[in-house]
């Protein structure tokens, strides 16, 4: 599965926000539309596709059967620490940046 996001600023100094995902079954477009007035702003957005891209990373572990391995060891992710953080991608002996 592919997914393309976007948001920029238009020409009126509104934002623009695109998703599109091409996936086996078949195409799904969203589009929304932000004021330059609300509270969304640069960084926030950045977040949020930020935050997006994990889970989407987390989703492809699942699938491809490697969600509870630790991306430093190989070893298995504790039941506890991806109850705390279910987008984590390693055990407790390797602490993030985030801890």
């Known amino acids: ?11 009126s100094g509104s934002w623009c926000y695109s998703e599109s995902v091409d996936g086996a079954s078949g195409r799904a477009t969203a589009h929304g539309r932000f004021d330059a007035m609300s509270e969304v702003s640069n960084e926030s957005v950045a977040e949020i596709g930020a935050r997006l891209d994990a889970v989407d990373a987390a989703l492809d572990r699942i699938r491809d059967g490697s969600y509870r391995q630790c991306a430093m060891c190989a070893g298995a992710i504790e039941t506890e620490v991806l109850a705390g953080d279910p987008l984590r991608t390693t055990c407790a002996a390797h602490p993030t940046l985030s801890d």
């Open 1 to 11: 599965m592919h997914t393309t996001r976007e948001s920029r600023a238009t020409s």
